[in-house]
């Protein structure tokens, strides 16, 4: 018998392990940015369960990530449940959302489709800005407590950590195993079905796909890892707003997603990588962040097409087979 | 098998097929044939649920399946290929074949399992028996037209189907590959019993294997029974083969 080196460097596995000294060796400010990047990543990738794998365009993805913040941040604080059980109920509840909107939505398809995701999420944040009582309404949901992580530092290395730094690593392990689970997903035989909608619904319903309700199902999923996300995300930023579900953030994850690369299964993490850094630079040079990041975008999409990693990837490919050959 | 009675379907006042009555038996080869525009495509999505008739029944094994959902008929042992290569063009030859076992074995809710691993000497296997095993994984888009037709074909065998509709099977191929894809569907066709419905504008494919022949004119069935029956027609000599064959 042969022993054979593994075919493909470990990347995640690597990636993980240099994320864990990011609070050691980075300033305050890395790992607040390192937290935003890894929530945005987490959220951005599951709406690419549905563009990329699926052949889906929700313009309304910002929905389920709002609901998500809201039920983790209200349930938290207003009722006091542990951070344990407020997560995967903010999952849930926004998996449940999406399985009542996507039931509507999955009936109509491309351009309508889209634009009955864009209806829903504007209700959604319509009821989150005016419902005053229980969110906050147009002030926000507002001072939302950290988990108690206190019993984090007996941990070797997080003694002496601020709660902050903590959290990060709360986020990374949470959103490297959401990762994880929806790279399973993805590659696999449910996977498979959801590429051979996006490549061709009319052949999936003929080889006996129900097709809409696969679709329902990975809206589903997509909208319970967004939800995932959006409760990490109150709990980083402190305080909750309906802009969360606004259509402007739904269409800032769209842009993460392509820009990125919604054929590769890390491109969003890199999209959000990006949109993250980038919007630090920017605005730190000039207010008119959004006209840069407009100019910016049309650039990239003409000289990279297949997204920042898809680029990469192409290339790395390209190389491999001329050095094969 | 299949019992097709009355159909009927116009677009926007345009008759494309109007009182279609056909059955085909167990084990049967039968094949429409007919011009340009007869109405040979909408039997065939009149039959797969593709579009519902404005009149009429069909019954699959005895059971009414008029309207049905296509994913529903493809389950309940039809399957089919459309006139225009109709494959899954960004995944590789291999993943479509597998896509349609992942389907038809019941394995498409499976979330967990990795799909690479899955089906694949089974998938091999009806690859190399359409002759597409050196292309395995080559992109299905990426192949020639006539290829493009076998991988199509190989799809709807993935689905073990017990009766399959072929729309125009061997449009674009080679006279070989033409060859090579006539003779695996009779091979099959005997091996597992399965019954054939086809259309076919290449009438020496369609003397050769058909048992039955239906000819479709301006949509109406015009004439249907055994190939020397159908070639001694003097109507379809006239509206057909005649110009065909002048
Ligand atoms: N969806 C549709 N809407 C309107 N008209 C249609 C539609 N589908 C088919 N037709 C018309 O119905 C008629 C029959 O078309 P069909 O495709 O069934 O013919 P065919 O016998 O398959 O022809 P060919 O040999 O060219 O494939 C044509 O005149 C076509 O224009
Ligand atoms: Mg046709």
Known sequence: MTTRLPRTIPWMTIAFALALFIPIFGTRFYTSVATDVLILGLFATSLNLLLGTTGLVSFGHAAYFAIGAYVCAIAMKTFEVPFLLALPLAGLAAGAAALVFGYFCVRLTKIYFAMLTLAFAQIVWAICFKWNDVT?????????????????????????????????????????????????????????????????????????????????????????????????????????????????????????????????????????????????????????????????????????????????????????????? | MLEISGLRKSFDGFVATSDVSLSVARGEIAAVIGPNGAGKSTLFNLITGHIRPDVGTVHLEGRDITGAAPHAICRMGMGRSFQRANIFPKLSV??????????????????????????????????ASLGLGPQAEVTGGTLSYGNQKQLELGIALAGEPKILLLDEPTAGMSSVETAETIGLLQRIASERELTLLFTEHDMDVVFAIAHKIAVLHQGRIIAVGRPDEVRADPEVRRVYLGEQHA
């Open chain 2, 94 to 127: 291999f993943e479509n074949v597998q896509a349609a076992l992942i389907a038809h074995r019941r394995a498409a809710t499976d979330l967990w399992s990795a799909s690479r691993d899955i089906f694949r000497a089974e998938t091999h296997q009806l690859l």
């Open chain 1, 136 to 325: 906050g309404g147009e002030q926000g949901f507002n001072n939302v407590p950290y988990p108690d992580l206190a019993w984090m530092e007996v941990l070797p290395g997080l003694s002496r950590m601020r709660v902050g730094e903590l959290y990060f690593y709360v986020t990374l392990v949470v959103v490297c195993l959401c990762l994880y689970v929806m790279r399973r997903i993805t590659n696999s035989p449910f996977g498979r079905i959801l590429t051979t909608i996006r490549e061709n619904p009319e052949r999936a319903e003929f080889v006996g796909i129900d097709v809409r309700r696969f679709e329902l199902a990975a809206f589903v999923i997509a909208g319970l890892f967004a939800g995932l996300a959006g409760a990490l995300f109150g709990i980083f930023n402190r305080g909750v707003f309906p802009d969360f579900g606004y259509w402007a953030k739904s269409a800032e994850v769209l842009i993460m997603v392509i820009l990125g690369g919604m054929g590769q299964f890390f491109g969003p993490l890199v999209g959000a990588f990006t949109l993250v850094v980038l919007n630090q630079q920017i605005t730190s040079y000039t207010e008119y962040w959004p006209l840069v990041l407009g100019l910016l975008l049309i650039v990239l999409l003409y000289a990279f097409p297949a997204g920042l990693l898809g680029t990469i990837a192409d290339l790395v490919k390209s190389l491999r087979g001329r050095r094969n050959a």
